[in-house]
């Protein structure tokens, strides 16, 4: 889908009903989601309220110190206060990068290896906040899963797998 299209098929998916927006920082259209979503509320279609938006932490923010950061990026592009619910995007990081698939020289992507319990724990703060209603996660089987539900100190459970 071209992103120049992004703006006019939110407004059009907004005029004829739909209230569930399902983003990501992958996608690479959370500025035109956003000022679609902004146009609806300001001719009066919406209230922010009636919709649900849903975001997703990428794999270059999943080192705790970056969780909030990503969500933030993503809340700046929406103009947004807070998300309806933010997931994981996938349980696979990739090293902090201002690309969003870093690679080496050789064209090999670039992981790492953050404990998916501390970012998890990193997204409980993004809640405690009041930047997310809800946090979750993505693309995850269940050992994956389970790392989190069985977490010492579980403050919230994910409310989905995606």
Known sequence: ????????????????????????????NEAEVGRAIHKKIADGTIRREDLFLTGKLWSTFHRPYLVQKGLQRSLEALNMKYLDLFLIHVPVELQPSEDLLPVDKDGNYLYSNTDIRETWEAMEQCKDAGLVKSIGVSNFNRRQLELILKKSGLKYKPVCNQ
Do not use: F, M, N, Q
Request: hydrophobic share 30%.
């Open 1 to 28: 889908y071209p992103k120049s299209k992004s703006e006019e098929a939110t407004e059009l998916a907004i005029k004829v009903g739909y209230r569930h927006i399902d983003g990501a920082y992958l996608y690479g």
